[in-house]
């Protein structure tokens, strides 16, 4: 079965250093999203892309946040200059539509921890 | 503002002890509403979609159901593999064509149950 995957499954880094977190979509799959989850809180949006460019986007998403679609299987999220407050999961997902209900499957989750 | 609201915040049961888990929901134009189960330091693993009021489906031990307001997820002589977070969330209505529209998600019911 077809399946989101992630990596890495956990990444340590000082405050302001810069992150990436990967992402390998379902292959069929059109539209991306970014979630993160702060312990003990709920999963919130951060972002969705389509065609090449964002399609919607959170206050969380600031300019510290980028995301890119390098190649045709790779989706990725940039954090410029990590904060303690950035520590959280981050979860990528992805559907086959953007509309109509349709389901968004997640990965696994990276867990960042910003020391 | 879309808004997702679970009860209880936790549960436990008896092995074969059946109960419900509550969704209340306020959305500008419900497209779907999803459920879906996740286990600790891992991604939310897609249940259920629902779309109408009236809607039910059913899968081994869940079943949910969609009402205008409220979406419940009824589990029948849950198991201790049961035990995880469910979390309940709504997808609004596209705003523009192409667009790849978020969820956003409850707090969740944390289910334990107990052999």
């Known amino acids: 079965e077809p399946e989101v995957t992630q990596t890495p499954s956990h990444q340590v880094t000082q405050m302001g250093q810069e992150v990436i977190l990967r992402c390998v979509p379902i292959?069929?799959?059109?539209?991306f999203y970014w979630y993160r989850q702060i312990l003990g809180q709920k999963v919130e949006f951060l972002v969705s892309?389509?065609?090449?460019?964002?399609?919607?986007k959170s206050e969380i998403f600031d300019d510290q946040f980028s995301v890119e679609r390098p190649d045709g299987s790779n989706f990725t999220l940039k954090i410029r200059s990590t904060k303690l407050e950035d520590s959280a999961m981050y979860f990528c997902?992805?559907?086959?539509?953007?509309?109509?209900?349709?389901?968004?499957?997640f990965g696994p989750g990276t867990r960042l921890t910003v020391l | 503002e879309d808004q997702v609201t679970q009860s209880p915040e936790a549960l436990r049961l008896q092995e074969g002890e059946s109960s419900s888990l509550n969704c209340s929901y306020t959305?500008?134009?419900?497209?779907?509403l999803f459920w879906y189960r996740q286990d600790p330091g891992k991604g939310p693993e897609f249940l259920f979609t629902?779309?109408?009021a009236g809607e039910e489906k059913e899968k081994e031990r869940l079943k949910a159901t969609l009402t205008k307001k409220e979406s419940f997820l009824h589990i029948t002589a849950p198991k201790p593999e049961d035990s995880a977070t469910y979390l309940c969330?709504?997808?609004?209505?596209?705003?523009?064509?192409?667009?790849?529209?978020?969820?956003?998600f409850g707090s969740g019911t944390q289910l334990t149950v107990l052999p």
């Open positions: 892309f389509y065609n090449n460019e964002i399609s919607e």
């Open positions: 959305v500008s134009g419900l497209r779907g």
């Open positions: 997902a992805s559907s086959n539509t953007g509309t109509g209900g349709d389901t968004q499957y």
């Open positions: 629902l779309y109408s």
């Open positions: 969330a709504v997808q609004a209505e596209q705003f523009s064509s192409g667009s790849a529209r978020q969820l956003t």
């Open positions: 292959s069929n799959h059109l539209y």
